[in-house]
């Protein structure tokens, strides 16, 4: 109850935990892969939507539209492949840690980033789970400051049970219990 | 607590159910609102009206010569419209309840959708006192509860006497305060914050006040011309237009008079130059009114660990902020601050509970306008003992940021714009055009040296001190433990040179510190991180 355990402010700086050495821990491995189908699929049925608006026979297009509309899918395709690709790649460098009283998350492959959460200034907790995150066991567990929306705190694709894990930690964490 | 209720006159009904209620404890019976509220509803109704009516104006205004020749039509309407609204005024005083338990408030109100609010005083984060122009005849007041969920959850007790509004509102502070009493566990020797509110004095104390000539000073410095000129934007041509008919009528020529070929240059040039300085004058003298309307008679008083701030013309607004509130303390110069030695001073707290109010005067943030940088230090110092802001100010103690900044801003991002802009004019022969924006090129290539300039940051053991700015000079002070949340950005560019941006998040909001030496990044977020985690100290 009394922080009797805490009155060591003059500690020298370099035995302060860091974040720079963090002992991070990678997502589901089904995470990846997974975005990446689904970026995949919604190129692809992107391009095949408009292929089936090219080639249709009901409805005749005008002129400026027909001109445009292979370039129009070449662009899509192009993109939606790279972005599928860049986006697999940061995927895979995603990582998340967690220490004793904070959580940790970092992203970004050219613009790294590395988000610190302190556990006593939880507000709340979410699981959020979609209908594809529940089909594959995956989840997003997502943790409101009173930082404001702007800055909710969030790590997808977790493997269900390590996400209810991490709950339930945080729920029973001292500094959430006491401060409610 | 109780004690102080029993001293009041019971010469009315609402203060006279406030003692019994304190006396038995419970009061079940709906109360209903002085008959003043029905003024209130009646204002507050034509407000929204004429809020959404404004664009209206200039097209009545244009046409007002044929509508007054029609009578018949305009008089019924406008009783009519009279009608209407006092009858919706009645209304909603007739079924507006209210309703006080020991620790609770429960308000009734809506004509055709009703509502039902009931609010613990322990959920009250913010208590404001507002009296309207025309309740000071009879002394009544509105009592505004904030809490900290959305906007829609506020409560509001339109039209009860005034003082019993300021038992009311120490009451439930009173309430809040033992609440937190109980829950911050004894933490009260850390910081001297928590003080026992039982055996210390309740005496207010003032700190500041501004006179009028203040006002005006602040009135000119504050940038609110610029909000006013912007929002007539869409009038720029009716107001031309009928301006120069107007001049026209009075025997001035404004073609005539800025034509080249009657007049000389230097006589053209100083006739513009006087009218924008004659429309400059009327635009300073509005926001000089606008600023003596929201903070006549301003005063920021303290009373135990509570800011309060009174100020207003027309509606007296009274705000009161808990010291443990307070986040962040902003000292705001703009460059006009900076040749008078004015400076505005925030108090901000949360941004959740501010974001239901609009307007500066009504805000929940405490502002005090224009101060001298002694009084603004000496507040200061009383909100945050220990900080060492003022000695930071006067060393240049802070550490500035990485000089990539000037690098990154005009090699990146302004001379890539300034080449394709050149060279797109050089090449269709605008020799003039292509000089001005070398011209614009330099001009902002200054002012990005003048940013990388203001940049700074230093930190002590509790508190972090910022530094930003472009012409004028804003500095931010919050203490470490208040820190919500933190960020670390570093871009591949960044990394090759050991630099970081740090964006700190408080529950005010955020602020980001751009191309910081890596080394200094990882330390203020670890040591934040750490003073968060280790002193366990509430942020509210």
């Not at chain 2, 609402?14 to 209903?32: G, H, I, R, Y």
């Not at chain 2, 394709?420 to 050089?426: C, N, P, V, Y």
Request: glycine share 4%; net charge neutral; charged share 20%.
């Amino acid at each position: 109850m009394l922080e009797s355990s805490f009155t060591n402010l003059n500690e020298p700086i370099n035995q302060l935990p860091a974040i720079q050495s963090l002992d991070t821990q990678s997502l589901s491995e089904q995470y990846a892969p997974l975005n990446r189908l689904i970026n995949l699929c919604v190129t692809l049925f992107v391009c095949v939507l408009g292929l089936a608006i090219y080639f249709q026979p009901f409805i005749p297009l005008p002129n400026g539209l027909l001109n445009v509309l292979p370039y129009i899918i070449w662009a899509v395709a192009i993109l939606g492949f790279l972005g599928t690709w860049f986006s697999h790649a940061q995927d895979q460098v995603k990582s998340y840690a967690l220490r004793e009283s904070d959580l940790h998350y970092s992203s970004g492959l050219f613009f790294r980033k590395i988000v610190s959460q302190p556990i006593t200034r939880i507000q709340h907790i979410e699981l959020k789970r979609g209908p594809i995150e529940r089909k594959v066991g995956l989840a997003t567990l997502q943790v409101f400051s009173a930082g404001g929306e702007m800055h909710t705190f969030q790590i997808p694709g977790l493997p269900v049970d390590i996400a209810l894990q991490l709950r339930q930690f945080i729920l029973q964490h001292k500094d959430v219990v006491k401060h409610g | 607590m109780d004690n102080q209720t029993t001293s009041v006159a019971t010469d009315n009904i609402d203060t006279d159910s406030l003692s019994n209620a304190d006396k038995s404890q419970t009061l079940d019976d709906w109360q209903v609102l002085s008959p003043v509220a029905i003024l209130y509803f009646a204002v507050s109704v034509f407000k929204h009206l004429l809020g959404n009516f404004i664009y209206l104006i200039p097209a009545f205004a244009f046409s007002y010569k044929s509508v007054l020749e029609h009578p018949y039509i305009w008089l019924p309407a406008i009783l009519v419209a009279f009608g209407l609204l006092s009858l919706f005024a009645f209304l909603s005083f007739k079924v507006y309840r209210y309703r006080l338990t020991e620790d609770n408030i429960e308000i009734r109100s809506g004509i055709f959708s009703k509502k039902h609010l009931n609010l613990p005083f322990s959920r009250v984060q913010n208590v404001k006192i507002e009296q309207p122009i025309y309740y000071r005849l009879t002394g009544h007041a509105c009592l505004q509860l904030d809490t900290a969920g959305s906007s829609k959850n506020e409560a509001k007790l339109v039209a009860i006497k005034l003082d019993f509004a300021q038992q009311l509102k120490t009451r439930i502070q009173n309430h809040v305060h033992d609440i937190s009493l109980d829950t911050e566990n004894l933490s009260a020797d850390t910081t001297g914050i928590e003080n026992d509110s039982v055996d210390s004095q309740k005496q207010e104390v003032e700190l500041n006040q501004r006179k009028l000539s203040d006002l005006v000073i602040h009135g000119i410095t504050s940038n609110r011309i610029w909000i006013f000129l912007g929002g007539l934007a869409p009038f720029y041509d009716n107001i031309f237009e009928s301006m120069g008919e107007w001049l026209t009528t009075l025997g001035i020529d404004l073609s005539d008079l800025f034509s080249l070929q009657t007049h000389s240059l230097l006589e053209v040039g100083l006739a513009a130059l006087s009218l924008t300085m004659l429309i400059m004058f009327v635009l300073v003298s509005f926001s000089v009114i606008g600023a003596i309307i929201s903070f006549y008679g301003y005063t920021l008083s303290k009373l135990d660990d509570k800011y309060i701030r009174r100020s207003g013309l027309f509606t007296k607004h009274e705000v009161s902020m808990r010291l443990s509130r307070l986040q962040m303390v902003v000292q705001k110069q703009d460059w006009l601050d900076v040749l008078l030695k004015r400076i505005n001073l925030k108090f901000e707290q949360s941004s959740s509970f501010a974001s239901n109010l609009n307007t500066s005067a009504a805000s929940s943030k405490i502002i005090v306008p224009s101060i001298k940088p002694h009084e603004c230090q000496a507040l200061i110092n009383d909100a945050y003992p220990g900080n060492i802001l003022n000695t930071l100010v006067s060393d240049d103690g802070f550490e500035a940021i990485s000089k990539r900044f000037i690098w990154r801003n005009i090699v990146y991002v302004l001379m890539p714009l300034w080449l394709i802009s050149a060279g797109f004019t050089l090449m269709n022969d605008k020799l003039m055009i292509a000089a001005l924006i070398s011209g614009l090129f330099v001009v902002l290539s200054g002012l990005v040296v003048l940013r990388w300039k203001r940049w700074g940051i230093a930190k002590d053991e509790n508190f972090v001190y910022l530094r930003k700015g472009l012409i004028g000079v804003d500095y931010y002070c919050f203490p470490t433990y208040k820190l919500q949340q933190t960020q670390f950005q570093q871009n591949f560019l960044m990394k090759k040179r050991q630099l970081a941006t740090v964006k700190f998040i408080l529950a005010s909001g955020s602020l980001k510190v751009p191309m910081l030496p890596e080394k200094l990044a990882y330390k203020l977020i670890d040591e934040g991180l750490y003073q968060v985690e280790s002193t366990q100290k509430s942020w509210m």
